[in-house]
């Protein structure tokens, strides 16, 4: 009996966690793309969000980095090259090489949708003071790192934290990080350069 109301209050932990992100992904875009007219799914504003954070960025980073595949990351960014908000610097004739940077509308549409964003967190999480948040940000972090002691765990398992957009890696403090390598360097207006090395 005991088991299984742990059980079910780890379930609803589980549950209000993913409730809570589909609510607040769900309340940005909606703000977003009611003060937005540019034809940009969401999918491609993460790969915008993500080349401006790092150098040199190619399609097979990005696909490599949100976990998509290579066909597919080259169909988003060959749509954001065509409506100018990011382009290829040249690198020979392999498209996969070919380093992606955003544009200065890429760049403008971007600043838009942070600041949107930064509002409607702000708002959404007025009441909950610092110290709380900042508590509750070092127990999820506990609780991500501890999957790595999972015996499902793949060796090579990698929280991605930037794709996440966090300065800070997870995994760099632990020695036996074996996580893959960040496939490019964040830009170095990223208040820290973390990351996981083999």
Same mark, same amino acid.
Do not use: W
């Given at each position: ?39 940009? &799914?969401?999918?491609? #504003?993460?790969?915008?969000? =993500? +080349?401006? $954070? *790092?150098?040199? /960025? ?17 169909? &988003?960014?060959?749509? #954001?090259?065509?409506?100018? =908000? +990011?382009? $290829? *610097?040249?690198? /020979? ?17 971007? &600043? ?33 790192? &501890? ?52």
């Amino acid at each position: 009996m005991k088991m299984e109301s742990r059980s079910r209050l780890v379930n609803d932990f589980v549950a209000s966690i993913n409730i809570l992100l589909s609510g607040i992904d769900e309340l940005i875009q909606n703000r977003f793309f009611k003060e937005v007219t540019e034809a940009v &799914s969401f999918s491609q #504003l993460k790969v915008l969000m =993500l +080349i401006a $954070r *790092t150098k040199g /960025g190619t399609i097979t980073n990005v696909a490599t980095y949100l976990r998509i595949s290579l066909p597919a990351a080259s169909k &988003s960014v060959n749509k #954001l090259v065509q409506q100018n =908000l +990011i382009q $290829r *610097t040249s690198h /020979g004739d392999d498209r996969r090489k070919n380093e992606l940077v955003l544009t200065r509308e890429g760049e403008t549409l971007l &600043s838009r949708y942070y600041a949107i964003q930064t509002e409607a967190l702000n708002e959404l999480f007025s009441a909950i003071p610092d110290e709380s948040m900042t508590n509750i940000t070092s127990q999820l972090d506990q609780m991500a790192t &501890s999957l790595r002691n999972h015996q499902d765990a793949p060796k090579e398992l990698c929280y991605r934290c930037g794709v996440y957009f966090r300065n800070k890696c997870l995994r760099r403090e632990d020695e036996n990080c074996s996580c893959y390598p960040h496939p490019f360097s964040f830009d170095e207006n990223a208040k820290e350069k973390e990351t996981c090395n083999q």
